[in-house]
């Protein structure tokens, strides 16, 4: 039987504790599941922004998307996981991830470890959290086989970003095999996102692609718009691609950016 579907949307940064809000009450009137802040110097600082917005709503869940792990120590992000859970009734989602921009460890005055130092750390981080809050779910998203290993074994939900894979026909799929062969029997229990970074949001059914092509530069537009992480067309049209993804791939939860949200709300409408 298919997952129902869930909708995260990213927050972009605030500039008062009043639009921060209003904010939040738009997005879950939009009827999103999770309100998702991110974490890099220079942007807000998640677990304040979480617990305003916690303040401001009723339903919606509030998570991180994504967390650098190599940034905290564990026993004190579980300190800061905990109060926020409690602070938001229990709404608390934790989104996980290894770091990958070294200006931002070096502003911090962190040392910027090889990638698979900073996955080792993701996972000692992820296995204390869970451990010592176990209530609280956990996502890890990235694409790496050493992330994707550790985020079967150790989460919740695993982020999935629809990068391209050498060598794959269908990246996608051959990404969620692996995540499936590394989970064993605990591939059925683990929820499947997906972050969608580009969607028509002015009615030709044709997205802005500039923040997909943030992250593959070389790519052509039709290239681009053939991604997993890219929506066109109608209303009713989108709605019948997430449909096919939940049936093909077994991923029912989409994150959008909050550019996308007013737009992407009809989408979810047609999907309820």
Do not use: W
């Not at 004190?76 to 989602?93: F, K, N, P």
């Not at 029912?252 to 409408?269: D, G, L, R």
Request: charged residues 25%.
């Amino acid at each position: 039987m298919d997952k129902q579907f869930r909708f995260g949307v990213g927050l972009n940064p605030i500039r008062s504790a009043t639009e921060l809000a209003e904010t939040a009450r738009r997005l879950e009137g939009f009827g999103f599941d999770v309100l998702h802040v991110p974490d890099h110097l220079g942007a807000p600082a998640p677990f304040p922004v979480l617990v305003a917005a916690a303040a401001a709503t009723s339903t919606i869940r509030l998570g991180t998307y994504v967390l650098n792990a190599c940034f905290y120590k564990p026993a004190l992000l579980a300190r800061d996981i905990a109060d926020t859970d409690v602070l938001s009734g229990g709404r608390l989602e934790v989104g996980l991830g290894a770091g990958y921009v070294r200006a931002e460890f070096e502003a911090a005055e962190l040392p910027f470890p090889s990638a698979g130092r900073r996955v080792e750390y993701l996972e000692h981080v992820t296995k204390y959290v869970a451990t010592h809050q176990p209530r609280v779910p956990i996502l890890i998203a990235g694409s790496g086989d050493r992330l994707l290993t550790a985020a079967a074994r150790h989460a919740d939900i695993i982020g999935l970003t629809g990068s391209r894979v050498d060598g794959a026909e269908d990246s996608l799929a051959e990404r969620i095999d692996f995540v499936r062969a590394a989970a064993g029997n605990r591939f059925d229990a683990l929820e499947l996102n997906l972050a969608i970074t580009a969607v028509p949001t002015d009615g030709s059914g044709t997205p802005n692609l500039s923040l997909t092509r943030r992250f593959a530069p070389t790519l052509s537009d039709e290239e681009l718009l053939a991604s997993p992480a890219v929506l066109s067309g109608s209303i009713d049209e989108m709605a019948d691609t997430l449909r096919e993804r939940r049936r093909r791939y077994g991923i029912s939860y989409f994150t959008v950016q909050q550019q996308h949200a007013e737009a992407f709300a009809e989408v979810i409408a047609a999907l309820r």
